[in-house]
């Protein structure tokens, strides 16, 4: 089944305790995005990539780094969390970089 | 800078009933517009795309460049149908979609 998938669904952390979220596709697509959605304000693109070893800021990039060493994963990582990183975030994926996207399930984190 | 706009953060209507979702963009060049859609524990997906004038589950959109719009309709309201809904501006270039705040659709029996 073609499919984005993210790891872990849900995750709850203490300040400054570095961690990492896992996305992998299996669409062979070229293009991916970390997206997070806080309340009021809908989905904010954080990182993308447009093939390995390309990827550049988003909206809202600051706290966060990714690494696109595969095509089919894109992680993200939090160095060092902060309590303003609450939020749920979306991987997505798409063939060509335009507006057709494949989202995963999320993931929700808290940040004490 | 480009934006989206969803007025509505709660339509609920009966079923059968006609149903608008409102979508208001703002891009000075020429916009792609999307509809996604969340159902209730299922991850975001595409419902519809402008460029495809395409009818999905009983939903239609049209852009309209004069009004910045690109409002979501469909005639008769199914329980089904309840969901978040997403307007999502395309601009081109970072593979970036710009959405709105999201309207959650109830539809009541």
């Known amino acids: 089944e073609a499919q984005v998938t993210q790891n872990p669904r849900y995750l709850i952390t203490v300040t400054g305790k570095k961690l990492t979220v896992t996305c992998s596709q299996n669409m062979n697509h070229e293009y991916m995005s970390w997206y997070r959605q806080d309340p009021g304000l809908g989905l904010r693109q954080i990182y993308y990539?447009?093939?390995?070893?390309?990827?550049d800021k988003g909206d809202v990039p600051e706290g966060y780094k990714v690494s696109r060493k595969e095509k089919r994963n894109f992680p993200l990582i939090l160095e060092s969390p902060s309590p303003n990183q609450t939020s749920l975030y979306f991987c997505?994926?798409?063939?060509?970089?335009?507006?057709?996207?494949?989202f995963g399930p999320g993931t929700r984190l808290l940040v004490l | 800078a480009q934006r989206v706009t969803q007025p509505e953060k709660l339509l609920s209507v009966f079923k059968g009933a006609p149903v608008e979702l409102k979508c208001n963009y703002s891009y000075s060049g020429s916009p792609e517009l999307f509809w996604y859609v969340q159902y209730s524990r299922q991850r975001l997906q595409l419902l519809l795309r402008?460029?495809s004038r395409e009818s999905i589950k009983g939903f239609t959109a049209d852009l309209n460049k004069g009004e910045t719009s690109f409002h979501l309709k469909k005639p008769f309201a199914q329980e089904e149908d309840s969901a978040m809904y997403y307007c999502a501006l395309f601009t081109g270039g970072g593979n970036k979609l710009t959405f709105g705040t999201g309207t959650q659709l109830k539809v009541e029996l």
């Open positions: 997505a994926s798409s063939l060509q970089g335009r507006g057709t996207q494949y």
């Open positions: 990539s447009m093939n390995v070893e390309v990827t």
């Open positions: 402008h460029i």
